[in-house]
C-alpha cells in the first residue's frame, strides 16, 4: 500500500529487522517526532506474539509496511506465516491495539497481504536462532 503523504514510511527488510524511515519535506510532524513514532511503534509491535511460534511478529517478519501519516494514523501491511493460520482474524486486532497504546497515535488501520507469501527467510536472525532455524 502506498502511502497517502508518505510523510514516514517504515519498511521491513528481508530479515523483518532492517527498518527505515523515508520522511517526506513535506511532512507536517517534526523527524525527532518521526523517529520517537518509529521506534515506539517497533516496540509495541514486538510484543505481539504468533500464539504457535514463541516470537514476536515483527521478528517473524510479519510486519511489511508501518506508513505514519501527518494526522498520525498509523496504515499497516502484515501477513502470516500461512494463510489457513488459526489466528487469521485476531492477529490484526491485537496488532492495531498494541500500536494504538503508542503515545501521540491516532486511527490505526491493519490491512492482511499475502503477496509476497511469507517465508522463514524474513525473519530476523534473533528470531531464528530463538526457533532454532539454522
Known amino acids: ?3 497517502m503523504d508518505n510523510p514516514s514510511s517504515i519498511d521491513a527488510g528481508p530479515d523483518g529487522t ?17 523517529e520517537r513514532l518509529t521506534t515506539d511503534i517497533i516496540g509495541a509491535l514486538k510484543t505481539v506474539y504468533d500464539p504457535e511460534i514463541p516470537v514476536d511478529v515483527y521478528e517473524l517478519g510479519l510486519i511489511y509496511k508501518v506508513d505514519i501519516e501527518d494526522d498520525r ?14 489466528v487469521a482474524g485476531e492477529m490484526p486486532g491485537w ?13 490505526v488501520n491493519v490491512d492482511m497481504v499475502f503477496d509476497p507469501p511469507w517465508t522463514p527467510d524474513r525473519m530476523s536472525e534473533e528470531a531464528k536462532v530463538a526457533l532454532n532455524w539454522y
Open 95 to 107: 496488532v492495531s491495539d498494541a500500536v494504538s497504546s503508542v503515545a501521540g497515535v491516532g486511527h
Open 73 to 86: 494514523s498509523i496504515n499497516i501491511d502484515m501477513t502470516l506465516t500461512a494463510p489457513g493460520c488459526p
Open 18 to 34: 532492517e527498518v527505515q524511515a523515508n520522511v517526506s519535506s513535506t511532512s507536517a510532524l517534526p523527524q525527532e517526532e518521526l
Open 1 to 3: 500500500m502506498e502511502p
